[in-house]
């Protein structure tokens, strides 16, 4: 079966400190990886996904197969940051997206 | 481009009864999929459609339906509502299944169920 944890359901931090938001998957096959973000009364948008490797408003994922592992991290927060993250999953070669709960982070000024 | 327009955006019914949401995919994607995300959750798979056919369905129970039309626009149907089907629904398109480069969601329609 195909899951997703986020462990926190909120992360507090202050300004110019470093976040890290918790996600961990099982899947058995090899899947696709990806954060989205929802800031407020905006719709959910793609931050970035685990093959393309990129960094976008300074957040970094990286995928850790042996602890099954997908955690989002940013050296310095920022207040702009505040918003739900989604860490979800979608099989190989699937149609579906599976998400975790999420986890809202709020930075602090 | 008007990007994944779903309507309505909030709607309000009773128990027992039927309701249809609405989803326009980003011009020229051909799939589109439905999520249920209820308060404090994630959201959760219900359906893919492709060219007009369920290419994948979640653990929702019958009372749940859906199809595509040739403009690749679908509609979500739920019939004998019960109160925990409250939550948002969304749409979220691409060019084809398993494409997930482009993968884009709408804002979702605010089903109550009173």
């Known amino acids: 079966a195909q899951r997703v944890t986020q462990p926190e359901k909120l992360l507090s931090v202050f300004k110019g400190a470093p976040v890290e938001l918790k996600c961990n998957y099982s899947?058995?096959?090899?899947?696709?990886l990806f954060w989205y973000v929802q800031y407020s009364r905006q719709r959910l948008q793609l931050l970035l996904r685990?093959?393309s490797r990129e960094s976008i408003k300074g957040f970094t994922a990286d995928l850790n197969k042996g602890e099954t592992s997908f955690h989002l991290k940013k050296p310095f927060a920022q207040e702009e940051d505040s918003a739900m993250y989604y860490c979800?999953?979608?099989?190989?070669?699937?149609?579906?997206?599976?998400f975790g709960a999420g986890t809202i982070l709020r930075v602090k000024s | 481009d008007a990007g994944v327009t779903q309507s309505p955006t909030h709607l309000i019914k009773t128990r027992g009864q039927q309701v249809t949401l609405r989803c326009s995919p980003i011009?020229?994607?051909?799939?589109v999929s439905w999520y249920q995300q209820v308060l404090g959750q994630g959201p959760q798979f219900i359906f893919q459609?492709?060219?007009?056919?369920?290419?994948g369905r979640g653990n929702f129970p019958d009372r749940f339906s859906a199809r595509q039309f040739p403009n690749y626009s679908s509609e979500l149907n739920v019939n004998a509502l019960l109160l925990g089907d409250s939550a948002l629904y969304l749409c979220?398109?691409?060019?084809?299944?398993?494409?997930?480069?482009?993968?884009?969601f709408g804002s979702g329609t605010r089903l109550t169920v009173v």
């Open positions: 979220a398109s691409s060019l084809v299944p398993g494409q997930m480069e482009g993968y884009t």
């Open positions: 899947y058995s096959g090899s899947p696709e």
């Open positions: 685990h093959i």
């Open positions: 979800a999953l979608s099989a190989q070669y699937g149609n579906k997206l599976v």
């Open positions: 011009s020229g994607h051909k799939s």
């Open positions: 459609y492709y060219e007009k056919e369920e290419r």
